[in-house]
T-cell receptor, first 116, second 113 residues
Framework: EPEVTQTPSHQVTQMGQEVILRCVPI?????FYWYRQILGQKVEFLVS????????KSEIFDDQFSVERPDGSNFTLKIRSTKLEDSAMYFC??????????????FGPGTRLTVL | DQQVKQNSPSLSVQEGRISILNCDYT??????FLWYKKYPAEGPTFLISISSIKDKNEDGRFTVFLNKSAKHLSLHIVPSQPGDSAVYFC????????????FGQGTRLTINP
């Protein structure tokens, strides 16, 4: 069964450093997402991406964050200058269809980001 | 942001009995609702969903009920099995929201043998 994959599973970085989290969505999916879950809190939406552009972003997704689909398979989340409060589990998700339909999102296993 | 709420942080059920997990929402624009199951150190796994045009959807041991007037949905698992022990998240989305999912806080379900 196809699945969303994410690398690395755990990333440790120093405050102020740049990190890139990588995701490979399910191959025929068109819509991509990043979510995060700070320890003990809800899963929160960060950004959705469709047709090579951001479809929607949350307040959390400020100028320090960016997303990119550099090739036909990868979908990345970059944090330019990490802060302590960026420590969280980051989940990538993808869904089969475009924004005109209600659609199920399938999640990857997550990357645990620890900012020291 | 309390648009989706799961008021029970935990639930313990005997194996073989019915598990009922509840979820309330406040945003009347939500038109699609999903339940995800999550094990530690894994991502949320899709379980079952329901569109706002329905009031019930069933898939094997899992049934989701939607009461739009009460802005309430529930997940029934019957019979409950030990492998069902996990954290269950309710999530909601709307077409206007470009399908971003709004999650509840989760309910930790423990199935006792």
């Amino acid at each position: 069964e196809p699945e969303v994959t994410q690398t690395p599973s755990h990333q440790v970085t120093q405050m102020g450093q740049e990190v890139i989290l990588r995701c490979v969505p399910i191959s025929n999916h068109l819509y991509f997402y990043w979510y995060r879950q700070i320890l003990g809190q809800k899963v929160e939406f960060l950004v959705s991406f469709y047709n090579n552009e951001i479809s929607e972003k949350s307040e959390i997704f400020d100028d320090q964050f960016s997303v990119e689909r550099p090739d036909g398979s990868n979908f990345t989340l970059k944090i330019r200058s990490t802060k302590l409060e960026d420590s969280a589990m980051y989940f990538c998700a993808s869904s089969p269809q475009g924004p005109a339909s209600t659609d199920t999102q399938y999640f990857g296993p997550g990357t645990r980001l620890t900012v020291l | 942001d309390q648009q989706v709420k799961q008021n029970s942080p935990s639930l313990s059920v005997q194996e073989g009995r019915i598990s009922i997990l509840n979820c309330d929402y406040t945003n009347s624009m939500f038109d699609y609702f999903l339940w995800y199951k999550k094990y530690p150190a894994e991502g949320p796994t899709f379980l079952i969903s329901i569109s706002s045009i329905k009031d019930k959807n069933e898939d094997g041991r899992f049934t989701v009920f939607l009461n739009k007037s009460a802005k309430h949905l529930s997940l029934h698992i019957v019979p409950s099995q030990p492998g069902d022990s996990a954290v269950y998240f309710c999530a909601a989305s709307s077409i206007q929201g470009a399908q971003k999912l709004v999650f509840g806080q989760g309910t930790r379900l423990t199935i006792n043998p």
